[in-house]
């Protein structure tokens, strides 16, 4: 009981029964809080412990301002029993505990802060206790100072006005007697060629000598310094007239003369005048260097000078003009605007020659340099002259000449492609004329290919020089975006395209123009390249510049799909015109092997013609030829017997049976409505049809146009019997070979069929040789 009340506890009611230690512990933390409140007197409105409502006078109330415990025990020991009461002791010794504990903690953690803050106190009480005593002796001195001035100044007090007078007197006698002496310097300074100092000395006394020019003796002094001043702008003038000395000299005598109180106007006509003839000077040195002879420098050296001499004295003539004529306002700039126009338009046009002359060289890298010294050379005069337009006359000279660098580029990719298709030429000419075996074609277009894309990478990295960065004017509008997409992508890498395009397409004129001089080889050659520039090489090109080249230009461009539909197009009517050209030399062999024979008349045929072996051999060497450069490509299933198949067709009973009507009495069918009827029913033979990219395509259209035009001439001769067993005999040694190059061998079939029967029809004796003697004869042969 005595513990119990030693301390405050908990406020519990007669009525309250103990809780678990869930429910004590918010209570209990709600009491420390409520204590620390007090402990930092804080109001009782503030303890977060204390119930609502209760009588602050309640001397039983624990949280209570006007708690007693001996009222306290008293309540407790008369209304608690003897078990309540042990649980209050119990409850409010561990609240004690748990205030010792939070009471020490707060302790410990401002422990630190509690042993600073005395340290700080005791330091600030010493330094305080020295700042005092120092403040002290400092008042003392300072008395002691200010009695001493003050006894000083009493007894200086009448010298101090004396000396003062005769200060202001001996300041006036030395302006006084500079005046007096004025006329005498300026003329030394005029006989010694200080002109300057002279001016100076009479700004000095100008106003003064004004002011007092009524009084005698200055207006004596005054007339001699007219005089003298007029001799020195007389020597001025005659000095700026003369020219010899450059413009920081001239630029002086005019600030002179100008301080000298001359007329503004006349000194600014006459400083231009004098700029102009200087300038003038130097257009004309450039201007010679442009002659026959000697023989003009290099760019680089021609800019250099033209920088060095006329632009840099440009902007010193620019220069000196806004300092010395600034008073002139408007009318003075737009003077010297029209005069630095003028000068830099002749200027320009010399640079624009002397550009002009490196249009053939093939190099740009000193070319890019001079126009980046021409370019950087004149930002200074257009700065400050930005009303004449110099700065923007000068990015034009230089997007015209990349503009013409672009098309001097076109031009060299133009010839060096021309020149690699003469080499081809020559190479494809060599082995006939040397009777030697020259480069193969796969080979010769493996040369033509990587020349001409060495040939555009060149060019690019030639142009590119245009871009890069340490150049001036590469970070203008048109070199970021119109150079890089409409001049660099469209007109030279597009355009190269379609010049090509262009140039393979003209070898496919009527024979009687170009194409007839065309070697076979070479359309073939150029149709494979184009087809390779339309699976790859288009999209590689483009690609390779849009990443040197990055478009900053939203202007429309070629897209990769047109080029590569326009190079296969190309491709496409190359190879075609190659079939007819091939077709064609066939044909003229077969046409003039049937047109100078006397079928009538013939001998019984014993051999196979030499025509239809070279026939053979001419398309074998074709099927070589092609072979090189393209597929095979893909072709029907061959039966394993198409000679013999072949040769039975003129044997057979279909054979037989179409011959019949002509030499059997009993057949009155006309053999002409039996050929037709026949040709209903048999598949219709497109000879022009177009030209796939493979060689099994290209013989066949080949075969196709050589049959057709050996069944056209014999539909125009009248055989014997001999003559159409020769016909008979031939075709049957066409049909053993040209079969396996074709797509479909019922084609060969088909042609070298009708041209028999065409025979046969006109022959008035048409009796076939025995299948076993034709076979004999093409084994033979």
Known sequence: MAAAAAAPGPGSGPG??????????????????????????????EAAGRPSGPDPLDPTDLNGAHFDPEVYLDKLRRECPLAQLMDS???????????????QTLVYENYNKFISATDTIRKMKNDFRKMED????LATNMAVITDFSARISATLQDRHERITKLAGVHALLRKLQFLFELPSRLTKCVELGAYGQAVRYQGRARAVLQQYQHLPSFRAIQDDCQVITARLAQQL?????????????QAECVELLLALGEPAEELCEEFLAHARGRLEEELRSLEAELGPSPPAPDVLEFTDHGGSGFVGGLCQVAAAYQELFAAQGPAGAEKLAAFARELGSRYFALVE??????QGSGDNSLLVRALDRFHRRLRAPGALLA?????????EIVERVARERLGHHLQGLQAAFLGSLTDVRQALAAPRIAGKEGPGLAELLANVASSILSHIKASLASVHLFTAKEVSFSNKPYFRGEFCSQGVRESLIVGFIRSMCQTAQSFCDSPGEKGGATPPALLLLLSRLCLDYETATISYILTLTDEQFLVQDQSPVTPVSTLCAEARETARRLLTHYVKVQGLVISQMLRKSVETRDWLSTLEPRNVRAVMKRVVEDTTAI??????????????????????RTFSVYSSSRQQGRYAPSYTPSAPMDTNLLSNIQKLFSERIDVFSPVEFNKVSVLTGIIKISLKTLLECVRLRTFGRFGLQQVQVDCHFLQLYLWRFVADEELVHLLLDEVVASAALRCPDPVPMEPSVVEVICERG
Do not use: C, N, W
Not at 90 to 100: E, F, N, S
Not at 134 to 137: A, K, N, Y
Not at 387 to 395: H, S
């Open 623 to 644: 099927d070589v030829q092609v072979g090189l450069l393209y597929e095979e490509g893909v072709r029907k299933a061959q039966s394993s017997d198409s000679s013999k």
């Open 237 to 249: 003038r005659q000095r700026f007239r003369e020219g010899g000395s450059g413009a920081p000299e």
């Open 16 to 45: 309250d029964s103990p809780e678990g230690p869930e429910a004590e512990a918010p209570e209990r933390r709600r009491k420390a809080h409520g204590m620390l409140k007090l402990y930092y007197s804080l109001s009782e409105g």
């Open 89 to 103: 002791e119990t409850d409010m010794v561990r609240q004690i505990r748990a205030l010792d504990s939070d009471m």
């Open 134 to 137: 120092e403040m002290d002796r």
């Open 353 to 358: 020659r002397r550009l002009a002359q490196e």
């Open 387 to 395: 009303a004449a337009g110099l700065a923007e006359a000068a990015t």
